[in-house]
T-cell receptor
């Protein structure tokens, strides 16, 4: 199931700089997109979401951008902190099951 | 802050045995889900449950799987006769009533190893 794709398996960023995580999707019927953060041996933790009728949602250091014409969303973390180091999953849904991307492992170096 | 809990954290079983994975969703949530993640692969949807019945299930969720909400708090996933390929992390999730239904909150997972 390749409806949601994260093409970068890993990303390394310096502390204090911006982290940009990308996600592409193929199904234009999705109406909600979410980002989750996951540490090893833990469940995914909800970070931020965006409805398909919006193009931006911001919550503290986290901003999600949605470009529907390109079927692309991104998560911006500013400023990045070492505690942000984790695997980040994007997910999409249409009123039910979440379809996840493969994840991007973010490493924030001090 | 309320959270989804799951027990056990780890389960080792022999092929062909039955296992029951348990979850306590967040108390005022009405939608319940099971997902799994095989090592190195994506998190995959298994089943969703609402109003005491399955609302959607994936092709993975065959006759060997069942879910139940035996009381007001627990939500269980049963695998009747485990196979080697059932080895995975199993995550339970729940979401509130309409309005924020799309936001699912996950438990810490149960690591199932089938030998």
């Amino acid at each position: 199931d390749q409806q949601v794709k994260q093409n970068s398996p890993s990303l390394s960023v310096q502390e204090g700089r911006i982290s940009i995580l990308n996600c592409d999707y193929t199904n234009s019927m999705f109406d909600y997109f979410l980002w989750y953060k996951k540490y090893p041996a833990e469940g995914p933790t909800f970070l931020i979401s965006i409805s398909s009728i919006k193009d931006k949602n911001e919550d503290g250091r986290f901003t999600v951008f949605l470009n529907k014409s390109a079927k692309h969303l991104s998560l911006h973390i500013v400023p990045s902190q070492p505690g942000d180091s984790a695997v980040y999953f994007c997910a999409a849904t249409k009123g039910g099951k979440l379809i996840f991307g493969q994840g991007t492992e973010l490493s924030v170096k001090p | 802050e309320p959270e989804v809990t799951q027990t056990p954290s780890h389960q080792v079983t022999q092929m062909g045995q039955e296992v029951i994975l348990r979850c306590v969703p967040i108390s005022n949530h009405l939608y319940f889900y099971w997902y799994r993640q095989i090592l190195g692969q994506k998190v995959e949807f298994l089943v969703s449950f609402y109003n005491n019945e399955i609302s959607e299930k994936s092709e993975i969720f065959d006759d060997q799987f069942s879910v139940e909400r035996p009381d007001g708090s627990n939500f269980t996933l049963k695998i009747r006769s485990t196979k080697l390929e059932d080895s995975a992390m199993y995550f339970c999730a729940s979401s509130p009533d309409s309005g924020k239904q799309e936001t699912q909150y996950f438990g810490p997972g149960t690591r199932l190893l089938v030998l």
